[in-house]
């Protein structure tokens, strides 16, 4: 538990629950870390860790990424992430019973956190979880008729159109070499929008039947895993792990573009100045994999139709590349630094309003006396 401490304490958001689940000997935390603009929304992740402490981790950072990715579309929402880390051996029949029971953790936050679905959960699960969870929580079968993975696919896409434009002096995407990492639910559908954009796509999966169901569908070439960073392409597009954009990966790269939806793609922020020293653009993901949450919360929250929601995902990703890029080239900074100048400019901005309209009393605990309340 000791560094379950320390990762509390240097975390820069509000608060975190921690529930332990006696039925299913699985841990659940819902990390809160900003309700500046908005209640706290991020998806729910199910998954089974080997170490404790990374599942927090997932929590903390996710949530904080939630926080930018709401702020830099505009959307008056905070960011809030919940990972349920599960035994390696649990049961359908128990994780029945677990969905119930957190739907009613959900229920009692009363609005402070709303979710849908995520890496292991799914629309079903939601369905669950919505039965005491209600109506905090979003992404059922009944919400969409279509899948996540489309919307979180076409805010990809946009991206790579945008940049394309902005950063690859007006180019088009139609012939460009896209290299995807990835080709789970949201890469097989970014690769089938680039197809029909009339781009030339590469591909790779860690999956050997994933490899061999995309060859069948699709005339796309395979990269090889030791070949993945030094393959020649105009956008790489990671959309599998995080953490892969490093110091031993970066000096590799053979791309001009990074526009991926993976999470958290830096191992470091540095590591956004390593890739503009090289002349690689990188679209920083929180600015790039923001369809599927606009979709589920527009459509769910907002009263969006489908089209309505396809058409805020191109806008809102097109203008906040619009608004990195004038930042970037105004102040000759990277990406990534021009992008959290934006947020933190909104997130600030939204504190000195509440304040001076005696919306937030400064006097009520700060973010670490709740931190430090959570873990006891």
Same mark, same amino acid.
């Given at each position: 538990?000791?560094?379950?401490?320390?990762?509390?304490?240097?975390?820069?958001?509000?608060?975190?629950?921690?529930?332990?689940?006696?039925?299913?000997?699985?841990?659940? $935390?819902?990390?809160?870390?900003?309700?500046?603009?908005?209640?706290?929304?991020?998806?729910?992740?199910?998954?089974?860790?080997?170490?404790?402490?990374?599942?927090?981790?997932?929590?903390?950072?996710? %949530?904080? #990424?939630? @926080? $930018?990715?709401? %702020?830099?579309?505009?959307?008056?929402?905070?960011?809030?992430?919940?990972?349920?880390?599960?035994?390696?051996?649990?049961?359908?029949?128990?994780?029945?019973?677990? =969905?119930?029971?957190?739907?009613?953790?959900? +229920?009692?936050?009363?609005?402070?956190?709303?979710?849908?679905?995520?890496?292991?959960?799914?629309?079903?699960?939601?369905?669950?979880?919505?039965?005491?969870?209600?109506?905090?929580?979003?992404?059922?079968?009944?919400?969409?008729?279509? *899948?996540? #993975?489309?919307?979180?696919?076409?805010?990809?896409?946009?991206?790579?159109?945008?940049?394309?434009?902005?950063?690859?002096?007006?180019?088009?995407?139609?012939?460009?070499?896209?290299?995807?990492?990835?080709?789970?639910?949201?890469?097989?559908?970014? =690769?089938?929008?680039?197809?029909?954009?009339?781009?030339?796509?590469?591909?790779?999966?860690?999956?050997?039947?994933?490899?061999?169901?995309?060859?069948?569908?699709?005339?796309? *070439?395979?990269? +090889?895993?030791? +070949?993945?960073? @030094? @393959?020649?392409?105009?956008?790489?597009?990671?959309?599998?792990?995080?953490?892969?954009?490093?110091?031993?990966?970066?000096?590799?790269?053979?791309?001009?573009?990074?526009?991926?939806?993976?999470?958290?793609?830096?191992?470091?922020?540095?590591?956004?100045?390593?890739?503009?020293?090289?002349?690689?653009?990188?679209?920083?993901?929180?600015?790039?994999?923001?369809?599927?949450?606009?979709?589920?919360?527009?459509?769910?929250? $907002?009263?969006?139709?489908?089209?309505?929601?396809?058409?805020?995902?191109?806008?809102?990703?097109?203008?906040?590349?619009?608004?990195?890029?004038?930042?970037?080239?105004?102040?000759?900074?990277?990406?990534?630094?021009?992008?959290?100048?934006?947020?933190?400019?909104?997130?600030?901005?939204?504190?000195?309003?509440?304040?001076?309209? #005696?919306?937030?009393?400064?006097?009520?605990?700060?973010?670490?006396?709740?931190? +430090?309340?959570?873990? %006891?």
């Amino acid at each position: 538990m000791e560094k379950i401490k320390v990762l509390l304490e240097e975390w820069d958001g509000q608060e975190v629950i921690i529930h332990y689940d006696h039925e299913t000997n699985s841990w659940i $935390f819902i990390a809160i870390h900003s309700t500046v603009l908005g209640p706290a929304d991020g998806g729910t992740r199910i998954l089974f860790y080997p170490d404790l402490n990374l599942a927090l981790l997932d929590a903390l950072s996710l %949530a904080k #990424g939630m @926080t $930018f990715k709401y %702020a830099l579309s505009g959307i008056a929402r905070g960011g809030g992430k919940a990972v349920i880390a599960i035994p390696d051996d649990l049961e359908d029949s128990s994780l029945y019973g677990l =969905l119930d029971r957190y739907g009613r953790l959900i +229920k009692q936050l009363g609005g402070m956190f709303t979710t849908a679905t995520d890496i292991g959960s799914s629309s079903r699960d939601m369905d669950v979880i919505a039965q005491k969870g209600a109506p905090y929580v979003f992404g059922g079968t009944s919400n969409t008729s279509m *899948e996540p #993975g489309y919307f979180a696919a076409l805010g990809i896409f946009s991206a790579m159109e945008a940049v394309c434009r902005l950063f690859l002096k007006g180019e088009i995407i139609r012939g460009k070499r896209v290299l995807i990492q990835g080709v789970g639910n949201v890469g097989e559908k970014l =690769l089938e929008c680039l197809i029909g954009a009339g781009a030339r796509v590469l591909f790779n999966d860690k999956s050997r039947s994933v490899i061999e169901r995309i060859r069948e569908k699709w005339d796309v *070439e395979y990269i +090889k895993d030791d +070949k993945v960073y @030094t @393959t020649e392409c105009d956008i790489f597009s990671p959309n599998a792990i995080g953490g892969i954009l490093n110091s031993q990966t970066i000096p590799r790269l053979r791309c001009r573009a990074v526009v991926g939806g993976a999470n958290i793609q830096l191992k470091e922020p540095r590591h956004a100045g390593m890739l503009w020293k090289r002349g690689i653009i990188y679209a920083p993901d929180y600015a790039v994999n923001v369809g599927a949450a606009l979709a589920d919360l527009g459509m769910a929250d $907002f009263g969006w139709t489908i089209e309505e929601a396809k058409k805020k995902i191109v806008v809102r990703v097109r203008d906040s590349l619009e608004k990195i890029h004038e930042i970037s080239l105004a102040e000759n900074i990277d990406t990534l630094m021009a992008a959290d100048s934006l947020v933190r400019g909104r997130l600030d901005a939204d504190i000195a309003g509440s304040v001076s309209n #005696g919306a937030i009393n400064p006097g009520q605990g700060s973010s670490e006396e709740v931190k +430090k309340n959570s873990a %006891a």
